[in-house]
Nanobody, 123 residues
């Protein structure tokens, strides 16, 4: 069983930055693909970013490319999402996810989810 706990959300003005963290309680963290997702009010949960456990390759949604960066620290069992140049449309609850299957992760249905952290960007 994998438990994921997100932190780092909050209220920020447009153009500002936040760094989200997701701590995983699993010994084999380094073998999971990790991802970030978000869900805005009235919308479906959407993929934001993912990182493979092998080689560290990353992928991003077009809407966040060049502004968000996913990274991981396997020694700390933690994945991060650095968010720069934030826009009001980035306002959402952000979730991290973990899965052995990269396709499942990318498809927004990983085996494990965190509880989410709210990010609000004011204009």
């Amino acid at each position: 069983q994998v438990q994921l706990v997100e932190s780092g959300g909050g209220l920020v003005q447009a153009g500002g930055s936040l760094r989200l963290s997701c701590a995983a309680s699993v010994r084999t963290f380094s073998t999971y693909h990790m991802g970030w997702f978000r869900q805005a009010p009235g919308k479906e949960r959407e993929f934001v970013a993912a990182m493979r456990w092998t080689g560290g390759a990353t992928e991003y949604a077009d809407s966040v490319k060049g502004r968000f960066t996913i990274s991981r620290d396997n020694a700390k069992n933690t994945v991060y999402l650095q968010m720069n140049s934030l826009k009001p449309e980035d306002t959402a609850v952000y979730y991290c996810g973990a899965d052995y299957s990269y396709s499942d992760l990318k498809g927004s249905f990983p085996d494990y989810w965190g509880q989410g952290t709210q990010v609000t960007v004011s204009s």
